[in-house]
């Protein structure tokens, strides 16, 4: 069997057989957990290491999914690490890696379903409405129907394949513009993250939201599949998700839930994601990508902090009164400030790095509309510093005797994750310019060589030569 | 790299280093004594003080503009860089000694004023990464990262302003401050990447030739807006006082010497492009002005220490900003300098500001004669008017909450409305989000002092 295949398959299969141990067992669910992630992350590691510049997209995701789950199995407070819990997290991370990696549209929709069936349990999704599963489902659908449609018009199920055949019909391009709208969030479908992160299981939820599957579905498929519908609708798309990251912020202003306030601030900063995407300028690919980085770690971080003071302060955490935790516990208010920060670009961290080329992307591509992104992103500046001093600052809990403080298996993983922004933000050349390659490739793609008349087909298919140029 | 440039090297990045290595220790689980930490600050400042004077001898002997290092780019994607270039020209190196000798004298005077207090070495480590935030400003070689430290300072003088956390009144009034820092980062932040499209570059060296009047105006207003807002200057004037909340030492360095100045070294920064187009220059002129007679004006009536100081200091403020828009740098650089110094020292005395008077009254023989009052020789109803105006701060906060927060607050409220249509069990929200965001905290009973 070939290396990367072989690699493939033990960092989703390991999991999944992870997960039904786990249920088996019913014991030690935390060290199955971490050791089952730990070897995703080590085999995705060694794909990355032998990945070309420029085609490394999806396995670098894999790292970062496989590093967020490690994570997460690492800051689950003792109350939640159950076996059910546990089993369902490494589902979600064999069935994300399997989309992420696969080149079968079937497979990939398989890998889209599968990932939200552990949020089919109450006690993952005790959404207090409808809208998350609906959320799912329609996104589900649309995939479904667009894969549909292009079995049905005899297309090849292979992505590559469909490089080359460049299917051009706007039915299916709809479709999983339609997917990508109701998956990622976008405005109007925007409510059911944030009923999912309200009333779901915090962490979990947050992996689910973090796969970022629309961003994906959009790097993957939309713009290498049609580079012209692309390049002459995207723009509209593109507006739509920076209304989004506005819209967003603006909500989030009012918002006193914690964790419906993250996932608003989670919800406008993927929104840049999908605005930089769509931006047809590298500056602005390239900072979606890193961005795509920032955003996952850090929604991680502070989803993880907020339950972990759920669980020690109480479920009614509120951002309406002062709380002043940052006495009992000042090194998690610490970690969720630089998360926090590193979200809306503090200097020196990764997420400076990422606006700042998002910035000059989205504005150098929509003078007018680009205006939004700064503006969105410093009201959620504001968002996160009002949460930051609500929770953490304001009057001494004089009824609170003793509250924990991170404890040392969660104070090492929210270390790394700040060493993650810092390091990645003072060096930040290692994570761009492999990001960079990947969006020099898209961007080609999507411009047409000056003079030339080519076809869509044509270039589609140069796009495919200049992956395979990469590769050799 | 040769000596005055790996000097500039140390200056700027020194502070940085004493930050990281202390926020680490810290967060593995280890706080080093108050002894220990006073001490690691005052060697560094003077090894920071002592290291400015290579690069001073370096820019005057050798002749050259300025002292420059230049690494490699940050990151580069395309055609796009980000250069990581420090620079001490005759304009920067001032303020970098500037803000050495001031934040140094601040780590010493801090040392003995907050011994014991609670929070001290989170004093101590905020100040260490406010100086690395300023003297990566002031040492930039280009707009990009004068943003970094810029942003850096920002964020270092909210946490400051917050540094009593037991307390709702200055938390609330540091997210207040935090609010206007970001509006004006906007302006910065679309300034230099206009400046990127129209220019070709956001470097000082080049002075920006290719640059046509028209936008010279827009950059010029651009940086203006975040200007303003670093500098407290009108319409942004609210926030101030405000940011009095803070410790002492922690309000000089910020809001009487450093911090308060960096929007008029932005200014002086942006001198090629003011001097390309009347109208910024006109606009710099007139927020100075505006600044500074609503300084003096507010300042007559504040009743505490430090509000007034405060207000003195937007008063020369406003003027430096007066006497950039006209063109005098020299003169504003050396008011910047004299005013930092002064100022300093005044708001480390507030807290003795009664005893140091009855002192000098005491000493004058109880003569001491009453400050003049301009104000007396204007008819009784407009003196009652401008007592009444000037109580409410010139009804800044009031224009602002009315006409950009509230709206906000109005407009989220109505999209919280829309997102609860589909829910079974509506979440509480939005009760009291607009009352921080428009500082009731400052308005509004305080609570005791712990």
Redesign the interface.
């Known amino acids: 069997m070939e290396r990367g295949v072989m690699l493939t398959a033990v960092a989703i299969g390991v999991p999944w057989a992870a997960a039904l141990g786990t249920v088996a067992a019913n014991r030690r669910p935390r060290a199955i957990g971490f050791t089952a992630a730990f070897i995703a992350v080590t085999a995705s590691a060694l794909l990355l290491r032998g990945a070309p510049a420029g085609d490394s997209l999806t396995i670098a995701l894999m790292v970062l999914y496989s590093c967020l789950t490690l994570g997460a199995t690492l800051m689950l407070p003792r109350r939640d690490c159950t076996s059910g819990m546990i089993a369902g997290i490494l589902f979600l991370l064999g069935s994300t890696l399997l989309a992420y990696s696969t080149d079968d549209l079937r497979v990939l929709l398989a890998a889209w379903i599968v990932s939200s069936a552990p949020f089919l349990r109450e006690e993952w999704f005790g959404a207090?409405?409808?809208?998350p599963k609906l959320g799912l489902l329609l996104s589900g659908a649309a995939l479904a129907l667009a894969v549909a449609v292009i079995a049905a018009s005899g297309g090849t199920m292979s992505i590559g394949g469909l490089i080359h055949s460049s299917p051009t019909s706007m039915t299916v391009f709809g479709l999983l513009v339609a997917a990508v709208v109701f998956r990622k969030g976008i405005c109007p479908a925007h409510?059911w993250v944030?009923?999912a992160a309200?009333g779901g299981a915090a962490i979990p939820t947050a992996l689910l939201l973090n796969g970022h599957f629309g961003a994906m579905l959009a790097a993957r498929l939309i713009l290498p599949l049609f580079p012209d519908t692309a390049r002459e609708l995207f723009p509209l798309l593109s507006y739509l998700a920076l209304g989004t990251a506005l819209?967003v912020a603006?909500?989030?202003?009012?918002?006193?839930?914690p964790r419906?306030l993250i996932a608003y601030l989670a919800l406008s900063q993927s929104a840049c994601i999908l605005a930089g995407l769509e931006s047809q300028t590298?500056?602005g690919v390239?900072?979606a990508l890193v961005h795509w980085f920032v955003v996952s770690a850090s929604t991680m971080g502070l989803f993880g902090i907020v339950r972990l003071l759920e669980v020690r302060f109480g479920e009614n955490l509120?951002?309406?009164?002062?709380l002043?935790l940052?006495?009992h516990a000042p090194?998690l208010a610490?970690f969720f400030i630089v998360f926090g920060?590193a979200l809306v670009?503090?200097?020196?961290t990764l997420g400076?790095?990422s606006l700042?080329?998002l910035?000059?992307g989205t504005?150098?591509s929509h003078p007018l509309t680009g205006?939004l992104l700064?503006?969105a992103t410093?009201?959620n500046?504001?968002s996160v510093?009002?949460l930051f001093?609500r929770l953490?600052?304001?009057?001494?809990k004089t009824g609170l005797i003793g509250m924990a403080d991170a404890l040392p298996r969660e104070?090492w993983i929210f270390?790394v994750g700040?060493a993650f922004f810092v390091l990645g933000g003072l060096f930040?050349?290692a994570i761009?310019?492999r990001r960079?390659a990947e969006?020099?490739m898209v961007e080609q793609a999507l411009q047409p060589p000056k003079g030339s008349s080519d076809t869509v087909a044509e270039r589609a298919l140069r796009y495919h030569h200049i992956a395979i140029a990469q590769v050799e | 790299m040769n000596v005055s440039q790996a000097a500039l090297v140390f200056v700027a990045l020194a502070p940085g280093a004493v930050f990281g290595l202390l926020a680490l220790l810290w967060l593995v689980g280890w706080v080093p004594p108050e002894r220990a930490v006073a001490r690691i600050t005052d060697w560094m400042f003077s090894a920071s003080a002592v290291a400015l004077i290579p690069v001073w001898l370096g820019l005057t002997s050798s002749g050259t503009a300025a002292v420059t290092v230049e690494f490699a780019n940050w990151f580069t994607v395309h055609d796009y860089r980000f250069p990581l270039v420090l620079m001490a020209d005759r304009l920067s190196l001032p303020f970098l000694a500037m803000t050495v000798v001031l934040a140094g004298l601040i780590g010493r005077f801090s040392a003995t004023y907050l011994h014991r207090e609670p929070g001290v070495f989170r004093f101590f480590l905020l100040l260490h990464l406010f100086t690395f935030g300023s003297l990566v400003a002031f040492a930039a070689g280009s707009f990009d990262l004068l943003v970094a430290g810029w942003e850096i300072v920002g964020i270092t003088s909210v946490l400051l302003i917050a540094f009593f956390q037991h307390r709702a009144a200055p938390v609330e009034n540091a997210l207040r401050v935090f609010g206007i820092y970001r509006a004006g980062d906007i302006g910065l932040v679309v300034g230099v990447f206009a400046l990127h499209q129209w220019a070709g570059t956001a470097s000082f060296a080049g002075g920006f030739p290719h640059l046509t009047a028209s936008h010279a105006s827009m950059l010029g207003a651009l940086l203006l807006f975040a200007a303003a807002g670093k500098a407290a200057q009108v319409p942004f004037s609210g926030w101030l006082p405000r940011a009095m909340e803070g410790p002492t030492p922690s309000s000089a360095i910020f809001y009487g010497a450093i911090s308060i100045h960096a929007g008029a070294y932005l200014l002086l920064r942006a001198q090629p492009l003011l001097a390309r187009s009347g109208i910024a220059s006109a606009l710099v002129v007139a927020v100075g002005v505006a600044t500074a007679i609503y300084g003096t004006i507010s300042g007559r009536v504040s009743a505490d220490a430090k509000g007034s100081l405060a207000f003195a200091s937007l008063t020369q403020v406003g003027v430096i900003f007066a006497e950039i828009g006209m063109g005098w740098n020299r003169v504003a650089v050396v008011h910047i300098l004299g005013h930092a110094t002064v100022r300093t020292l005044q708001f480390l005395r507030a807290p003795s500001a009664l005893h140091d008077y009855h002192r000098m009254d005491s000493a004058e023989g109880g003569t001491t004669p009453a400050a003049g009052r301009l104000e007396e020789w204007l008819p009784e109803r407009w003196q009652l008017w401008l007592y009444r105006w000037a109580l409410d701060r010139g009804h800044l906060d009031t224009i602002l909450d009315r006409f950009a927060i509230h709206p906000l607050m109005l407009l989220s409220g109505w999209f919280a409305a829309l997102d609860r249509l589909g829910m079974h069990r509506p979440p509480r929200e939005h009760d009291d989000a607009e009352a921080s965001m428009s500082g009731a905290g400052a308005h509004g009973p305080r609570p005791e002092r712990i």
């Open positions: 207090p409405t409808w809208r409510a944030a009923d309200q819209y603006v909500r989030a202003l009012t918002e006193n839930s419906r590298i500056e390239t900072g509120t951002g309406s009164t002062h002043g940052a006495e090194r610490c920060l670009g503090l200097p020196g400076f790095c700042d080329l910035v000059h504005m150098a205006l700064p503006i410093a009201m500046a504001v510093f009002r001093a953490f600052l304001g009057r001494r104070r270390t700040v930040p050349s761009v310019a960079a969006a020099e």
